[in-house]
Every structure is written in C-alpha cells, then in structure tokens.
C-alpha cells in the first residue's frame, strides 16, 4: 500500500530523445507526487512536483503527467542533453504526513 | 535561507569501529529531519526520522541509532560497525506541508566505506 514502482531502472536516450519514467501507486490518499534528480556523489534535489488535481505540469524541458484513476505519474524530459543525465525519483506523499516515500530510482544516460 | 550540513562528506572506517555522522540545518525552526542511506546503484532507504528534539522514530531494525539533541541537529550513529553498513548516507529536512511545492532538501551526503 504504501509502496512507489518506478519503471525503469535504467535508461539510455540520444540527445534530443525524450526520456520517460513512470511511477505507480497503490494508496489513494497519496496527494502529492514530487520527482528529485540526484548527480553522482550530490544528495537529491526536488525537480518538479504535482498535485492530483491537475492532469499535467511543465517547468522548463521537464513534464509530469499525472492519470489519477490509473494510479500512475511519469516524467518526460523534452529535448534532452548529456547534463540531464542524473539518477530520478518519483516520490508520493500525503499532506500533513511525516515522509514521502520513494521510488527505487531511474538511473538516466544521455549520449551526446 | 534554510541550509543543511553534513560531514563528513567521505569516511573510510575499520570494521568494529564507532562512527557518529553529523547534520543540522540553519535557517529554520523545528524540522522534520531524515537519515537515509543508499547502497551503489539502488534507492533511498530510510533509516530514521525525528518529528521534534529526543523524538526518533526508526524505519529499519540494524546497527544504527539516531539522536537530536537540540531542535536542528541529528546524528547518526553506530558503536561497531559492520561491512554492511557502507553506503552513502544522506541527511534531510523538511517542514510541515502547508501547501504549495514540498519536499525534502537533502544534504550533500556521507560516503562511508568500511573495511
């Protein structure tokens, strides 16, 4: 129940290729769904987040799609660069709760 | 502005021995405060919380143990160390979700090898 699966573990994009990582989950209180981008040997940095309430969210290059009776919320990365290239979490939390929890990571590559 | 600070940032350890690893934060009252560890090329697991000084709430049975002394500071700690303890551990606050953006801010982690 209180479980994040994210899919896939690992993933290798040319440069300009659209990465996407998707994240499902069981507990339907969950109403709050953030992604974190972690650099080799760099603790992990909150990217973009989205609420249930809304389908879709963009900041910059990045875009969370969220589908609230599939139980599922992905991130694509438009035009991707080598700088992209980092370890992604999904995350889930509830409002007032005490911690998110966290998908195992998506280690990202992307070639020049 | 709110930081947060860890070190140290690597620590090569013999087996059996102690460790104390160290965290606080600036720039903000009452946190939430987290320890994590993360193996090479896995997730975060965590291993402990605290909601308020001498409150610590542990997620993982395991040779380890964590304390907050005072309202910004959290350590963790082990008397002996095993080789199963290496990884890199990671320390992060947050502060009650009161709508808007949340999340946690991590520190720039702990890289612990024991030999």
């Known amino acids: 129940q ?10 290798i994009v040319q440069k300009g290729g659209i990465p996407i990582i998707n994240c499902a989950y069981e507990n339907t209180a969950f109403d ?13 940095a909150l990217l973009i987040a989205i609420r249930p309430d809304v389908s879709e969210k963009k900041e910059g290059r990045f875009t969370i799609s969220f589908n609230k009776s599939a139980k599922q919320f992905s991130l694509h990365i438009m035009d991707s660069q080598p700088g992209d290239s980092a370890t992604y979490f999904c995350a889930a939390g509830i409002q007032g709760a005490q911690k998110l929890v966290f998908g195992q990571g998506t ?6 | 502005s ?16 102690p460790l104390s690893l ?3 934060v600036e ?4 946190p939430n405060l987290y320890w994590y560890r993360q193996a090479a090329g896995r997730g975060l697991q965590l291993l402990f919380y605290s ?22 500071q959290f350590i963790l700690s082990s008397k002996k160390l095993l080789l ?3 990884g890199f551990y990671l320390c992060a606050w947050s502060v009650p979700w009161q709508g808007g953006d949340y999340g946690y801010t991590f520190g720039s982690g702990t890289r612990l090898t024991v030999v």
């Open chain 1, 32 to 44: 709050y769904f953030p992604w974190y981008q972690q650099f080799p040997g760099k603790g992990p």
């Open chain 2, 22 to 24: 160290e965290c606080t």
């Open chain 1, 107 to 112: 280690r990202l590559t992307i070639n020049p």
């Open chain 2, 27 to 30: 720039g903000t009252s009452n």
């Open chain 2, 2 to 17: 709110q930081t947060i600070h860890q070190w140290p940032a690597t620590l090569v350890q013999p087996v059996g021995s």
């Open chain 2, 51 to 72: 909601v308020g000084i001498g409150q610590i709430s542990s997620e993982v049975p395991q040779n380890l143990s964590a304390s907050r002394p005072q309202d910004r």
């Open chain 2, 84 to 86: 199963s303890d290496s």
């Open chain 1, 2 to 11: 209180q479980q994040v699966k994210q899919s896939p573990q690992s993933l």
